[in-house]
C-alpha cells in the first residue's frame, strides 16, 4: 500500500510538472509572485534561464544561443531574431494596454456617475466584479490548468477529504475503507487546489473584501471630486501600505525609503492644499479607499509568501466575496434608493457604456500581471508613474479639469518621490 501510495504521490508531481503552468497573482507594487521572463533584449546565463524556466535542458539549450533547433543565416540566428522581434512587440501591446485600460475605467465609471446621473457606486462596482468572477469560473471550467495543482500547496490550504495528513501529501494509508481510499486516489488524480472553509474565511475573505470596498470608495470619490485630484491622491498609497508593512512585520523600510516616502505625503499634502474644489467627503472616501488598497497588497504580500496562486483562480475565489459584500451592503443603502428613482431605466439605456465599464474593469484586473510576466515589477511601478503623470496630463489638457499651479507641483513632488522610492528599492534588491 505504501509503495502504491508514494507512486500516486510521483505520478500527480510529475501530472503537474509537464502540465502547462498558469498565471500567478501578482501585485502592483510589492509582490512578485514568479520569476518573470528574461527581457528579450537582455542575456541571461544558463543558471538564470534554468531558475526561470525550472528546466536544465532548455536552460543550456537557450544559454548556447538556441541553435539547437533553429537555422542561421550570415551568423544570424533566424529564430532567435524572430523570437526577439515577437518578444518586443509582446512588451510594447502589454505595456500599451496597461497604459490605456486603467485611465479608460476610470474615465467611464466617472461618465456613469456624474453625466448618466448613476451615483450608486457600490452597485457599479459590484457589476465590476460580477463580470470578473464570472469570466474567470467559465476561464477555470473550460481550461482546468488555469487552477493551482494540489501537489503544489501544503495541505493546511485544502480541504479536508478523507485521508488527508495535515502537512502532507495526500495519504492512502491513513483512509480507514476502500470508499476514503478511493476519495483520494480521486483528490491526488485530479490535482485540483481547493481551500479548506478556514483558509478561505481567513485568508482569502479579508483581501476580498479589501478589493470590494477599494473599488467602492473609489468610484464614491468621484462623485465629490475630480478624477485628476483624485489622481493625486492616489500617489499617497504607497505611503501608507510602507506603514502597514512596517505594523505587521512584513518589511522594515530603511531611512532612505521612509524618507522618499515622507516626501510622497508632503506632496499629496501640498496637491490636497492647492486643490480648488476640495470636498471633505470626496477626500474621506478616497483616503479610505487608499487604507483599504494598502491592507489588500498587504495581505496579498502576506499569502503570497506561503502560498502561490495563479491570477484567473485567484480572482475566481476573490471577486465573489467583493461582489457579494458589494450587493450585501448596497441591498440596504443603494438599492431601494435605486428602484425608488428608477435608476435601473439609466441601466437598460446605456447598456453598452456599463458594459463597457465591466468590461475594462476586468481587463485592467489582469493588466498588472501581465506586466511582470513580460517585464518585471521594477518596469511595472516606473510605467504606473508615467501612467498616471500621463493621465493627469491628459484630464487638465483634454478632459478641461481645473488644477491650479500649487496643485501640479505637489504632485510633481510625489512623482519624483515616487520615483527616488523605486530606485531605493531596487538598490535594495
Known amino acids: 500500500?505504501?509503495?502504491w501510495a508514494g507512486s500516486l504521490r510521483s505520478a500527480s508531481a510529475d501530472k503537474s510538472k509537464g502540465s502547462d503552468h498558469g498565471d500567478s497573482v501578482d501585485d502592483q507594487d510589492h509582490v512578485e509572485s514568479e520569476p518573470a521572463p528574461a527581457s528579450p533584449s537582455r542575456?541571461?546565463?544558463?543558471?538564470?534561464?534554468?531558475?526561470?524556466?525550472?528546466?536544465?535542458?532548455?536552460?543550456?539549450?537557450?544559454?548556447?544561443?538556441?541553435?539547437?533547433?533553429?537555422?542561421?543565416?550570415?551568423?544570424?540566428?533566424l529564430g532567435s531574431a524572430a523570437s526577439s522581434c515577437s518578444g518586443r512587440l509582446e512588451v510594447i501591446a502589454v505595456c500599451t494596454a496597461y497604459s490605456l485600460f486603467g485611465p479608460a475605467v476610470i474615465v467611464v465609471n466617472n461618465h456613469i456617475i456624474k453625466g448618466l446621473g448613476f451615483p450608486y457606486p457600490m452597485t457599479l462596482s459590484a457589476i465590476g466584479l460580477c463580470t470578473t468572477a464570472t469570466f474567470c469560473a467559465v476561464a477555470i471550467r473550460v481550461h482546468p490548468q488555469l487552477a493551482t495543482p494540489a501537489s503544489q500547496l501544503p495541505l493546511s490550504t485544502l480541504g479536508d477529504p478523507p485521508g488527508a495528513a495535515v502537512g502532507g501529501a495526500y495519504d492512502a494509508d491513513s483512509c480507514h475503507d476502500e470508499e476514503e481510499e478511493a476519495e483520494v486516489r480521486y483528490q491526488a488524480a485530479r490535482g485540483r487546489w481547493r481551500p479548506s472553509y478556514r483558509f478561505w474565511l481567513r485568508s482569502m475573505v479579508p483581501i476580498g473584501v479589501a478589493q470590494a470596498v477599494t473599488f467602492a470608495c473609489g468610484n464614491a470619490?468621484?462623485?465629490?471630486?475630480?478624477?485628476?485630484?483624485?489622481?493625486?491622491?492616489?500617489?499617497?498609497?504607497p505611503s501608507v501600505t510602507l506603514l502597514l508593512l512596517y505594523l505587521t512585520g512584513v518589511e522594515t523600510p530603511t531611512a532612505r525609503a521612509t524618507q522618499a516616502v515622507l516626501m510622497i505625503g508632503a506632496g499629496c499634502a501640498l496637491s490636497s492644499y492647492g486643490e480648488g474644489h476640495f470636498h471633505p467627503v470626496g477626500v474621506l472616501f478616497r483616503c479610505a479607499g487608499i487604507l483599504t488598497e494598502a491592507s489588500r497588497l498587504v495581505l496579498t504580500q502576506l499569502l503570497l509568501k506561503r502560498y502561490r496562486l495563479r491570477i484567473v483562480e485567484s480572482q475566481y475565489y476573490l471577486a465573489p466575496i467583493g461582489a457579494a459584500s458589494l450587493l450585501f451592503a448596497a441591498a440596504f443603502t443603494e438599492l431601494p434608493l435605486a428602484y425608488q428613482r428608477g435608476a435601473w431605466g439609466?441601466?437598460?439605456?446605456?447598456?453598452?457604456?456599463?458594459?463597457?465599464?465591466a468590461l475594462l474593469g476586468l481587463a485592467a484586473s489582469f493588466m498588472t500581471f501581465?506586466?511582470?510576466k513580460v517585464t518585471n515589477s521594477v518596469t511595472l511601478k516606473v510605467l504606473n508613474t508615467a501612467r498616471n503623470a500621463g493621465f493627469v496630463l491628459f484630464t487638465v489638457t483634454f478632459l478641461g479639469e481645473p488644477a491650479t499651479a500649487l496643485q501640479l507641483a505637489g504632485y510633481a513632488i510625489s512623482l519624483t518621490a515616487f520615483s527616488v522610492y523605486t530606485y531605493y528599492k531596487l538598490q535594495e534588491k
Open 370 to 372: 501581465l506586466v511582470i
Open 43 to 77: 542575456s541571461c546565463s544558463s543558471a538564470e534561464l534554468e531558475h526561470l524556466t525550472g528546466d536544465s535542458h532548455g536552460a543550456a539549450a537557450a544559454a548556447s544561443g538556441g541553435r539547437l533547433h533553429g537555422r542561421t543565416l550570415f551568423g544570424t540566428d
Open 1 to 3: 500500500m505504501q509503495g
Open 221 to 237: 470619490a468621484y462623485m465629490y471630486l475630480t478624477i485628476t485630484f483624485t489622481q493625486m491622491l492616489s500617489a499617497f498609497t
Open 346 to 357: 439609466i441601466v437598460t439605456a446605456h447598456p453598452l457604456t456599463f458594459l463597457a465599464s
